[in-house]
């Protein structure tokens, strides 16, 4: 007779996805992920991340819980805007991803780097925002806002809510 015992222990402050992670086991498992999206041979995305964790069932999602960058690129292979998060969540099924925990995001054009909390990105509706605060920083200009609202490729990012415009001299 095999006799098999689990003793699973819970702290209150552990997250929603570590509890699930334990509960249950990813379908698929990927390493040191570096995937290019392109579309008639343009790269278009970039993605980069120490651990992706797939499951099918009961909801088919992408779990990125070390972290995840993202590069988007123009038709002439330049790199427009950049992502970081240290965890991330994508909806498949929903064509939805959320990005949380110390968020970055670089507009390369404007020269624009903003810092949040989370970010959603619909991929279906070619939108990216947040509900959560904001601080932008261009050159020695720093904005402060409630959140932002952007097309995916970045380039008509616009900050909600803004509350102010704080100017830096170098001197």
């Not at 998060?85 to 020269?111: E, H, L, Q, T, W």
């Amino acid at each position: 007779m095999f006799l098999c015992a689990l003793i699973v222990s819970c702290s209150g402050d552990m997250s929603d996805i570590s509890r699930f992670e334990r509960q249950n086991p990813p379908d698929q498992e990927l390493k040191q992920a570096h995937i290019r999206r392109s579309d008639h041979g343009r790269m278009q995305m970039e993605l980069n991340a120490p651990l992706i964790r797939k499951y099918l069932e009961p909801a088919a999602r992408t779990l990125y819980p070390e972290g995840v960058e993202i590069r988007f690129f123009n038709d002439r292979h330049e790199p427009t805007t950049f992502i970081r998060a240290d965890k991330a969540i994508s909806y498949d099924d929903r064509n939805i991803m959320k990005a949380s925990d110390s968020v970055v995001v670089i507009d390369y054009a404007s020269g624009d780097t903003v810092y949040l909390d989370d970010i959603i990105w619909r991929d279906n509706e070619d939108i990216i925002f947040s509900n959560h605060p904001v601080r932008a920083v261009n050159g020695n200009r720093v904005t402060y806002g409630d959140g932002f609202v952007s097309d995916e490729q970045m380039s008509n990012l616009r900050i909600t809510h803004q509350r102010g415009v704080i100017e830096f001299n170098d001197e």
